[in-house]
């Protein structure tokens, strides 16, 4: 009998399953790689919520953790996760007196720069840009092909759709296919609301798409630009541009809708020439009141769920991972703004 299943595999089956390789606990990934967000993710780290210059939940304490993580499971990999500024580029007088004002604060003083540098040229806007410190890059999606391959060669990962009616749970394991567990995670993003132990989670769609464009002449291989949306260097000078969010055509499929409103973004913020090489979509988990939900099933006690990241996955699912591990393993209580409980009267 091994101690863990988890079911999906994008940015929470990645970190918990390597909390257990950390702590030598046993597991079986299942995933078919049906949720792309993680994998079509920016993979930017930041702690800042540059649209009102404000530190993201918990940001400070998550940073620490997730710099840690994604050392020790990039390592000797660094070109995986790397150090790269964001430098936001200013709408307006009023946008640059804002971040000054930030800047002072106690709290953004460690992350925001005072010190105001002139934009690229091949920006078109006319303001300076402010300097984001303490932001990294990480290529999500290799580390989720890496990892992949790491789990197959050691026969600890299925690539396969989860059939819920296979699943046996009794009081002390979890049966499924004929291999025993102790206890079973679902890490299945957006893939939720097929799961007819959890679909009752207010866990909502939110697509994401980007689009991928060529410009030699913008020079901009070591640094991330942030305007509207996020431009975000990916090697050989092209480049994502994005997010979008969409409440409609929850798949993983580009629309033409998103492309046609990127391009017109991009275009009135460049003034060099760029071509647009690919486009990519993904559905991310997103909740109500905005933070994950972790948690034990309220019937089934070895049955737990790790989901809802969001945007904000790659800064906060590292903690969180850990957290959940602990809860299970030494019973610790979680923190109540992201304990499954907040939401048990809908399944009440």
């Given amino acids: 009998m091994k101690d863990f299943l988890i079911v999906g595999f994008g940015i929470a089956g990645l970190t918990f399953s390597n909390r257990l390789q950390q702590n030598n606990l046993s597991f079986d990934v299942i995933s078919d790689s049906s949720q792309k967000s993680s994998r079509v993710a920016g993979g930017v780290l930041n702690p800042v919520a540059l649209k009102r210059y404000k530190l993201a939940w918990n940001a400070d304490s998550f940073l620490r953790e997730a710099i840690s993580f994604y050392k020790s499971i990039t390592y000797p990999s660094t070109s995986d996760f790397e150090p790269v500024p964001i430098h936001k580029i200013f709408s307006s007088i009023q946008d640059q007196n804002d971040w000054m004002l930030a800047s002072d604060n106690f709290q953004l003083s460690s992350f925001l720069n005072d010190e105001l540098v002139i934009n690229n040229p091949e920006i078109s806007k006319n303001y300076k840009s402010g300097i984001v410190k303490h932001t990294f890059l990480l290529d999500l999606k290799n580390i989720l092909e890496r990892k992949e391959s790491e789990f197959l060669k050691n026969s600890c990962f299925i690539k396969a759709s ?37 679909n009752w989670l207010p866990i909502y769609g939110n697509k994401g798409e980007y689009i991928i464009f060529h410009a030699p002449d913008l020079n901009s291989n070591h640094t991330i630009l942030k305007s509207k949306y996020f431009i975000i260097p990916v090697g050989n000078d092209c480049y994502k541009f994005g997010a979008t969010y969409s409440r409609d055509n929850l798949n993983d499929i580009p629309t033409p809708k998103a492309r046609s409103q990127l391009k017109e973004n991009l275009s009135a913020l460049l003034n060099c020439n760029f ?14 009141d905005r933070k994950p939900i972790l948690g034990k099933h ?28 602990l809860h299970i393993t030494k019973n610790q209580t979680l923190d109540k703004d992201v304990d499954i409980s907040r939401f048990l009267k809908f399944y009440l």
């Fill in 162 to 198: 989860f059939d819920y009616e296979k699943i046996d749970i009794q009081n002390n394991k979890i049966t499924y296919q004929n291999n025993t567990y102790r206890y079973i995670v679902f890490c299945e993003g957006f893939g939720v609301v097929q799961n007819p132990y959890f």
């Fill in 275 to 288: 071509e647009i090489v690919d486009q990519i979509a993904g559905v991310r988990p997103t909740v109500s």
């Fill in 298 to 325: 309220p019937k089934y006690q070895n049955m737990y769920v790790f989901n809802g990241f969001g945007s904000r996955g790659i800064i906060s699912a590292p903690s969180l991972s850990k957290d959940l591990l």
